[in-house]
């Protein structure tokens, strides 16, 4: 293949920045330059990877897999060469994780700032989606791994459990059952209930577990994520049932936090990753740390 590692970070500023001008500022050469390099890459590889247009430059699908496996071999030469010149704490590169949002507020934040500490020339991105979401950005590539309660049936993907969290239930601290210590799910039923879609991963959880339940609290208001239920809950319109990790953490001025019971649910979170694939040096030292800080972690507390 007639192309070196030149072209190939040419590749990568153009397909992160979306212009020829700004990438070629962005690796210090001219643009006549540049441009001699991507198509030099697109000649040897006899397919084109970019549309242009006047104002912007996108990927062909062929681009952007290629773009994901360059950022790979990219990231990993990096590492490397660190690794080789004694300088591993200094490592560049880019790490993409996919998790629920429930879990980046409570547990994401703070792995990512440890890893940010040990690491900062390393990017981090973060793709705070659905479970169906998430389980997809890691099937297709787009994120190195994931962080999700789904997943742990697929064939191609290797679930790693880190931690179990119970639903609890959510209510204004002028809530009359704010003052229980515990309540059942027929219990949610006397008052307003807000529900998340069924669109969502949580939805079928419950609904397999509470199945054939008497008296199941019925939906007045339904939202599409744990964020919004939490501030309809802040606004004192009801009562919701969330996972215990989606809750703000004890001391909330307005929310407060019951376990429910008859019958008790849990679901289990784990790291996602596909196993035909390893992980770059970056990103499967994210990966561990997710698994040490696990150990400490407890739900709801």
């Given at each position: 293949?007639?192309?070196?590692?030149n072209?190939?970070?040419?590749?990568?500023?153009?397909a992160?920045l979306?212009?020829?001008?700004?990438?070629?500022?962005?690796?210090?050469?001219s643009?006549?330059?540049f441009?001699?390099?991507?198509?030099k890459l697109?000649?040897?590889?006899?397919?084109?990877l970019l549309?242009?247009t006047?104002?912007?430059v996108?990927?062909?699908?062929?681009?952007?897999?290629f773009?994901?496996?360059?950022r790979h071999?990219?990231?990993?030469?990096?590492?490397?060469?660190?690794n080789?010149?004694?300088?591993?704490?200094?490592?560049m590169?880019?790490?993409?994780?996919a998790?629920?949002?429930?879990?980046?507020?409570?547990?994401v934040s703070?792995?990512v700032?440890?890893?940010?500490?040990r690491?900062?020339?390393?990017?981090?991105r973060?793709?705070?989606?659905?479970?169906?979401?998430?389980?997809m950005?890691?099937q297709?590539g787009?994120?190195?791994?994931?962080?999700n309660?789904?997943?742990?049936?697929?064939?191609?993907?290797?679930?790693?459990?880190i931690?179990e969290?119970?639903?609890?239930?959510?209510?204004?601290?002028?809530?009359?059952?704010?003052q229980h210590?515990?309540?059942?799910w027929?219990?949610?039923?006397?008052y307003?209930?807000i529900?998340?879609?069924?669109?969502?991963?949580?939805?079928?959880?419950?609904?397999q577990?509470?199945?054939?339940?008497?008296?199941?609290p019925?939906?007045?208001?339904?939202?599409?994520?744990?964020?919004?239920?939490?501030?309809?809950?802040?606004?004192?319109?009801?009562?919701?049932?969330l996972?215990?990790?989606?809750?703000?953490k004890k001391g909330?001025?307005?929310?407060?936090?019951?376990p429910?019971?008859?019958?008790?649910?849990?679901?289990?979170?784990?790291l996602?990753?596909?196993?035909?694939v390893?992980?770059?040096?970056a990103a499967s030292?994210?990966?561990d740390?997710?698994?040490?800080s696990?150990?400490?972690?407890?739900?709801?507390?």
């Open positions: 293949m007639n192309f070196d590692i072209d190939l970070i040419a590749f990568r500023a153009v992160e979306g212009n020829f001008r700004k990438a070629a500022e962005s690796i210090h050469i643009q006549p330059a441009s001699r390099r991507i198509e697109e000649n040897a590889l006899g397919t084109q549309e242009r006047t104002r912007k996108n990927l062909t699908s062929v681009g952007r897999e773009d994901k496996q360059v071999i990219l990231d990993a030469l990096d590492a490397t060469l660190l080789i010149r004694g300088v591993a704490a200094s490592r590169g880019e790490v993409t994780i998790s629920v949002p429930s879990a980046v507020n409570y547990f703070s792995v700032k440890i890893f940010h500490q690491y900062p020339k390393t990017r981090v973060i793709i705070d989606d659905s479970a169906n979401q998430v389980l950005a890691v297709n787009e994120a190195d791994f994931g962080l309660f789904t997943g742990s049936q697929e064939n191609d993907i290797e679930f790693t459990p931690l969290e119970h639903f609890v239930a959510a209510c204004h601290k002028n809530h009359p059952l704010a210590k515990s309540v059942r027929s219990d949610l039923s006397k307003d209930y529900s998340v879609s069924k669109v969502s991963g949580n939805r079928v959880l419950l609904d577990a509470l199945a054939g339940l008497v008296n199941q019925q939906s007045m208001f339904e939202t599409q994520h744990g964020t919004t239920m939490i501030g309809l809950v802040e606004a004192g319109l009801g009562v919701a049932a996972p215990a990790m989606a809750m703000p909330h001025p307005l929310l407060v936090s019951i429910l019971l008859e019958p008790v649910v849990k679901r289990k979170m784990g996602i990753k596909r196993r035909s390893s992980l770059t040096p030292e994210l990966y740390l997710f698994v040490q696990s150990k400490s972690m407890k739900p709801g507390q």
